[in-house]
């Protein structure tokens, strides 16, 4: 007795062309009786609901159906038999796709077989060197008394009021001017080129490039006009490259009065009851950052050397799908913030400039599965109990709510997989061969 599996499996035939080392080419063609049942459970479900004079309903001869509504159904059988019939073929040929197939297919006729082709792309095969003993440098985490001095010196500065200098007093830089401003284009102001009581530091390069030059030597009270030229690759396409005229009222000329450094001035910045120890906390803080640094850094030169160990195609649609994440995050984040030509004018640009990042993160997360997979890494139920229960402390949610956000967002597995990412990059780390860098 054949099961309806095997039934199935004789009404479509697969033949398999490898395109490349992650494209396979299936070439599928449906048995002419499978397209004949197609074609009659179209006609039947048409005829049921169809209304045309002359005849009462579910009545309609077939023919007289064909000649009003057969290019739809021959349209709609088409897109029905592949969806039908592609994870059976896919499944006959042993594949597992990682991105949408691209399928090009001919219009089915009915009492012939159909036949169309699908573009598969799946995950290349990885044959890993070995993984112990890679090279890797790790930069010093260091901090010398210079940096803390300069972190200081910011505190320092952020926390200088303003006061305004006398009378008459020109412009210069670290001087804070209060400016109004209307930009113009063409003897006509433009949008997003006009401000108020706007607070401008020279010499820190906040606006384009010249116009707080032109600036500087200007008094309180005095009329400033400012041309500067926009650079060619400026975000808003309408003035990259243009020259603009601004119209400037210097309405006021301040200076930072900068504090001493000492026991009151750490008391002022926050709950230090010394400068001694102020300079303590700095250092803390600047050692923290400079660890996590030197392990992303270590992290990442572990990765060039396995990289540049195992070349290997990659599949263009799991590049295209990462790159669409970022722009997406990206879209979301200011979509609210920046007009919307100037926002997709930016995002076209991203698409180009991010292609790269995206592409090194598949590479990384194909090779990170590989070692996982040789190496037998898995991450089990406690281990991501103990990731969620993690995550919502640090987030100040109950772990019950986040695990129900992550199971309806079905995104339980992605963190399984994360965390396996994750032992597997560790693992390569702790079997490296980790040099410090050549002293400069």
Same mark, same amino acid.
């Given at each position: 007795?054949?099961?309806a ?6 009404? !479509? ?9 992650v494209?396979r ?6 048995d ?17 609901r ?11 001869p077939?023919s ?8 739809s ?15 059976e ?14 399928i090009?297919a ?13 573009? !598969? ?5 990885l044959?890993?060197p070995? !993984? ?5 440098v790790?930069?010093s ?12 010196e910011g505190?320092r ?16 830089r670290?001087n ?23 607070e ?5 390069g906040?606006?384009?490039?010249g116009f707080?030059e ?19 690759g ?15 009222k ?7 009065a900068?504090?001493?450094?000492d ?15 102020l300079?303590?906390? !700095? ?6 950052a ?5 392990d992303?850094?270590t ?5 060039d050397?396995?990289l ?6 990659v ?13 997406s ?18 995002l ?7 292609r ?13 599965e ?5 190496e ?5 139920d406690?281990?991501?109990d103990?990731?969620?229960?993690a995550?919502a402390?640090?987030q ?7 695990r ?17 990412d ?8 702790r ?5 410090a860098?050549?002293?400069?």
């Open positions: 007795m054949t099961t599996a095997q039934e199935a499996r004789r009404e !479509i035939d697969v033949r398999v062309t490898e395109t490349s080392p494209v080419t299936l070439e599928v063609e449906v002419a009786k499978r397209v004949a049942r197609a074609f009659d459970r179209a006609y039947r479900e048409v005829g049921r169809a209304t045309v004079r002359g005849f009462r309903p579910g009545k309609v077939r007289v159906l064909e000649r009003l509504y057969g290019a159904i021959v349209e709609d059988l088409e897109r029905g038999l592949v969806a039908e019939t592609l994870p073929a896919v499944a006959q040929a042993g594949l597992q796709p990682v991105a949408e197939p691209a090009e001919q219009p089915p006729a009915d009492g012939s077989s159909f036949r169309y082709s699908a573009r !598969i792309e799946i995950k290349p095969a044959v890993l070995s !993984i112990r003993g890679l090279p890797a790790r930069p985490a260091e901090v010398r008394f210079e940096e803390v001095e300069e972190q200081l505190l500065q952020r926390h200088a009021p303003l006061v305004e200098e006398p009378e008459g007093t020109a412009a210069a670290g804070v001017l209060t400016i109004d401003y209307v930009g113009r284009l063409a003897g006509e102001a433009f949008e997003g080129g006009t401000g108020q009581d706007v401008l530091e020279l010499g820190t906040r606006f384009i490039p707080e032109q600036l500087e030597g200007a008094r309180t009270g005095d009329d400033r006009e400012v041309i500067v030229r926009f650079p060619d400026y975000g808003n396409a309408v003035l990259a490259g243009k020259e603009v005229t601004f119209q400037v210097v309405a006021a000329v301040k200076r930072r900068l504090p001493e450094l026991d009151e001035f750490a008391r002022d910045v926050g709950d230090f009851s010394t400068l001694a120890d300079r303590a906390r !700095i250092r803390s803080d600047l050692e923290t400079r660890a996590h640094e030197a992303t850094a992290r990442r030169s572990v990765l050397a396995l540049a160990r195992v070349p290997f195609d599949p263009p649609g799991m590049v295209d799908r990462r790159l669409q994440r970022r722009l995050a990206a879209h979301r984040q200011f979509e609210k913030s920046a007009p919307h030509d100037e926002l997709h004018q930016q076209d640009r991203w698409a180009v400039e991010w790269p990042l995206a592409e090194r993160e598949v590479r990384e997360a194909l090779l990170l590989a070692v996982a997979a040789q037998g890494l898995v991450a089990d406690t281990e991501l103990a990731r969620l229960e995550m402390t640090e100040g949610v109950e772990v019950a709510k986040l129900k956000a992550y199971q309806e967002a079905e995104l339980l597995e992605a963190l399984r997989v994360q965390i396996v994750e032992k597997a990059l560790a693992l390569l780390v079997e490296a061969r980790i040099e860098p050549p002293v400069a």
